[in-house]
């Protein structure tokens, strides 16, 4: 497609980059979704431990892998197994066996796929006779037997291995943005930048093209259209006011970014408006904090801290030093007035009474930002488990396009450089040899122009890139092996934006600002801030993120960059939804990239997700959130956030009032110790753990009191299984997880569910 017809409509007006960049892809069709509702996720009783089989009368029980390795989709494991002889007489003996195998991850689903699963080796200390017997028993049935593993049980293992003190962490800014604070209904409109003017075609009327707002220029007055409203100022920076008769050219320009589905023009929805919401735009990376009123204080209990109750931010007033605290994007800020200055607290110097905060609070996922917590801990170790695929390499096309000839920059620190004036990530590693990502997947080509293919490796020195470039996000990427037909490939939470910092905790954002291009069109780039991004931890799904929306919240705008906007329709709503469990390789097409998956949220065929995460994602509110009809403004609060209605269904066993912020009064307690609470020794030897928490070895016929050595090596294993257990179990105890709304839906503008984003570092602008 040539740049001229691709850009010379507005649909990319509002998204952060200008330049579209179709990738070849296929949507989702009537046939993928048929597949993903016939494709079924093994029940909770298929994925427990042990796993039994029987061959000619051998009875085989085996036990839950022990991680030693999971680097990407290589994925290395121990476990203790029980072989029994035929005859009801005989006693089992015990060993140990070694496997390697590529993990396919569906976090959705909470499922690990294992394929070319290979038995290394094994050892019977008590009978080395039928060592290779047995072996060649095990390899004969583990394949299937060990297929498929609960998410919940590896990730608890992986969580307590030598292998997760290898987590990468980043040296990420965190310079404060700008914090606004309102009382009163307001709206937060973001310019990337000094404001960019374009003419609309046909049209005296110019507008901000660095802006996924519709704010308009006409006869030296500034227009923003918001909450089914016009507002008018002479300064972008404001005041803005009211306007009740705005000008048929302006509605003429409205109607000509909706016909074209450049703009979020945030409808208010049925629920009635009662107040008119003040207005903040700023050119520079900012956040807005609200309160409903004056700041209510009400004590945290156990705690120096109190609540800011009224307010949808992660707002605390610690009285030992009379400050005010709020978490954004993973950070802290303190002031000793909620009208700042604010300045970044460091992790360490933190109040140690956060991590006091109790788990059933309604603030508690602010724990996920408190160093040292369990749920910080969590939260790194989700954060480095990927999200897999298997492409078709003969399938998956890109078409990359321009603002003019391509156009390339220097990648600081690096020998690389990147083309400016594309949402696609195009990197160039000589003359000879470019490397682009689109959803996830890694193509090459010997121009910039292409033709591109499919890469099945990606050099090294591109994992270098520095959290100072804007494509430092596809560095979280990679390709783990190919064939001829095929190439296995992944990406974890920081290709959506996550990092974790040196202090051990996950941030939204490296707290860079990054230009934006501004030519023709408007290339935006990652930002850290304006977006409300929060954290959670719950007992059912485990660590997520997205982006923030509430009864106060009115940072209305949405990410424009990377796998958030696909090609040149509009942006999915991803502030929804927990993004560590949404998909992006369901952008291909089942016919391109087979991602495991049974159920669970599919953004890309109309279909929701029914759970307690479900809506707007408010991690840090005490209030609750309707969930019949369910509209996203607040008739009062100024939360313009609106939306069509959506009915959302709660989840079994999770019934307390905006459960999506809060863990079960009462968590499903882990499995009590049974004789298959076996462990496989380093050693090869077999241990269990007592009630009494005292260690004992197998000897063959009988169990001793087990050397000092492996009880320290084995302990943690102990711990990490009964974490492991509880989380599955909860997870199960909601019904499974996901289910299916029986109706897509459609958001005015976006072009209803299945027109959807994510992609380059993109988004949008005009002529």
């Excluded at 089992?92 to 195998?101: D, E, H, I, L």
């Amino acid at each position: 497609m040539k740049i001229s017809d691709r850009f010379n409509s507005f649909r990319l007006i509002a998204l952060a980059a200008a330049v579209a960049c179709s990738a070849g892809l296929r949507a989702q069709s009537a046939a993928a979704s048929a597949r993903s509702d016939q494709e079924v996720t093994p029940a909770g009783d298929e994925l427990t431990w042990p796993r039994e089989f029987q061959d000619n009368g051998t009875k085989v029980d085996i036990y839950q892998p022990q991680i030693e390795k999971w680097e990407g989709a290589d994925f290395e494991t121990r476990s203790a197994v029980a072989i029994t002889p035929p005859g009801s007489s005989n006693a089992p003996v015990y060993g140990v066996f070694w496997m390697k195998a590529r993990a396919d991850v569906d976090k959705a689903a909470r499922i690990v796929t294992l394929n070319d699963i290979e038995v290394t080796r094994a050892k019977f200390p008590s009978v080395p006779a039928l060592q290779n017997e047995y072996l060649a028993l095990i390899r004969k049935h583990v394949p299937t037997v060990s297929k498929t593993v609960a998410l919940d049980h590896v990730e608890a293992s992986y969580a307590v291995s030598e292998a997760v003190k290898k987590s990468r962490t980043v040296a990420v800014k965190n310079d404060p943005p700008r914090i606004l604070y309102s009382a009163v209904p307001s709206l937060l409109v973001l310019i990337d930048g000094p404001p960019a003017l374009r003419p609309m075609p046909g049209s005296a009327v110019e507008r901000v093209i660095n802006s996924r707002a519709l704010i308009l220029k006409d006869g030296g007055v500034f227009y923003l259209y918001a909450s089914d409203q016009w507002y008018q100022a002479l300064d972008v920076g404001g005041p803005w006011t009211w306007t009740a008769s705005p000008a048929a050219s302006l509605d003429a320009a409205k109607q000509a970014a909706v016909a074209n589905q450049s703009v979020d023009l945030m409808p208010l929805g049925t629920n009635a408006v009662t107040t008119t919401p003040a207005i903040f735009v700023s050119t520079v990376p900012a956040e807005l904090i609200q309160t409903e009123g004056p700041p209510n204080l009400v004590p945290i209990e156990g705690t120096d801290l109190m609540q800011i109750e009224n307010s949808d931010n992660a707002l605390f007033f610690y009285n030992s030093n009379q400050r005010f605290y709020v978490l954004i994007s993973g950070r802290w800020f303190d002031a000793s007035s909620l009208e700042g200055p604010w300045k970044f607290v460091p992790y360490k110097q933190l109040p140690k009474d956060f991590a006091k905060i109790p788990p059933t609070h309604p603030k508690a996922n602010a724990l996920v930002s408190v160093p040292g917590t369990s749920q910080a801990n969590e939260a790194v170790i989700a954060n480095s488990i990927p999200q897999t695929a298997t492409v078709q390499r003969h399938e998956a096309t890109l078409d990359v396009t321009y603002d003019g000839a391509p156009m390339f920059k220097p990648i600081t620190g690096t020998p690389l450089q990147y083309a400016v004036n594309t949402p696609t990530p195009v990197i160039e590693l000589n003359i000879e040899s470019y490397y682009a990502v689109e959803n996830g997947v890694w193509f090459e080509a010997a121009l910039p122009n292409g033709p591109w293919a499919v890469a099945t490796s990606v050099p090294a020195v591109i994992y270098s890139i520095p959290a100072s470039s804007p494509l430092h996000y596809v560095t979280y990427v990679r390709v783990y092996g190919s064939t001829p037909d095929v190439v296995y490939v992944g990406y974890t939470p920081g290709y959506l934006g996550t990092e974790v910092c040196p202090d051990h905790v996950v941030v939204y954002g490296t707290g860079w600002y990054y230009p934006p291009y501004i030519g023709s069109y408007w290339l935006g780039s990652p930002c850290t801030y304006g977006f409300g991004a929060g954290f959670a931890d719950n007992w059912g799904i485990g660590f997520g993120f997205g982006f923030g929306a509430g009864e106060l919240l009115g940072t209305w705008c949405h990410p424009w960059w990377g796998p958030y906007h696909w090609g040149w329709r509009h942006h999915f709503d991803y502030d929804r939804v927990s993004l560590n469990h949404v998909n992006i390789y369901h952008h291909w097409g089942p016919d391109v990239a087979h991602a495991e998956h049974g159920y669970g949220f599919n953004a890309w065929n109309a279909r929701e997700w029914s759970h307690n995460w479900s809506g707007h994602f408010s991690p840090y509110s005490s209030r609750a959130f309707d969930r019949n009809g369910i509209e996203h403004y607040g008739a009062y609060h100024g939360n313009f956030h609106a939306r069509v209605p959506e009915s959302l269904a709660a989840p079994r066993g999770f019934e307390q009032p905006n459960s999506h912020t809060h863990v079960p009064q009462a968590p499903v307690a882990p499995r009590p110790f049974t004789p298959h609470n076996l462990y496989g020794g380093r050693d090869g030897s077999v241990y269990r753990q007592n009630p009494s928490g005292s260690w004992e070895r197998n000897t063959g016929p009988s169990w001793h009191p087990a050397p000092a050595a492996p009880r320290a090596e084995l302990q943690p294993h102990a711990f990490g299984r009964a974490m492991g257990e509880q989380r599955f179990n909860n997870f199960h105890s909601f019904g499974g997880g996901f289910s299916h709304s029986p109706s897509g839906f459609a958001h005015p503008g976006s072009g209803g569910g299945s027109q959807v984003g994510g992609g380059g570092h993109a988004g949008g602008g005009h002529r």
